[in-house]
């Protein structure tokens, strides 16, 4: 019975992220462009690829990180959100940039054989997803090993006051896709990926970019 009920649970949470930024696809960039860029650009900064290096980007969204990868590597981004991806093929054919490939994909079940990327980037996924755990495991799986994987998330504040504000708004933060309670160890804590460092980005360093080594 509790199966059954976190199955439903899960479902449910599923559909709404979906319904939210089917929504949030026509102003997202407008919204969150100006204060999530600068991680996503420090995140990108930090992949040593190299030319013929294969990345996976879990959430591309609406492509606004496309431009900042290094030319020569072969790029796939993915993402739940038709009308997400909508935008970001918009932005790629404007870009006229080959090797990227855009895929509708269920992060909890990526559809790509093991150790099929040299590198993962996970700018903002993390605490959108119904169930963080078995992303990051995919993420893990999907990944060479010798690779590198980049989280880039807000993650429950260490500061005992603001992660006591932050669990109160997450029910309300979760209307708009997201959830302020999401401890830093479901990124951290993961079989096989090796954490390497830990960054503050964007405004008021309220987001953090973890650098992960695959085992």
Known sequence: MERSRTADRVAVDHQRTQRVYSVLARVYDGFFDWA???????????????????????????????????????????????????RARARLDALGREGVVLRRMDAHELKFPDASFDHVVAPY????????????????????????VLVVNHFLSENFLLAAAERVLTPA?????????????????????????MERVNLFGLWRLLTLHRD
């Open 125 to 148: 996924v993390i605490s959108v997803v119904a169930e963080p755990e078995k992303v990051m495991r995919e993420i893990r799986r999907v990944c060479r090993p010798g690779g590198t």
């Open 36 to 86: 999530l860029t600068p991680g996503r650009r420090l995140a990108v900064s930090r992949l040593p690829a190299r030319p013929g290096d294969r990345i996976l980007e879990v959430g591309v969204g609406t492509g606004l990180s496309l431009p900042l990868y290094p030319d020569g590597c072969e790029v796939t981004g993915i993402d739940i959100s038709e009308p997400m991806l909508d």
């Open 173 to 197: 933060s979760q209307w708009i896709g997201f959830r302020m309670d999401l401890p830093v160890r479901i990124a951290l804590e993961v079989p096989g990926l090796t954490p390497q460092a």
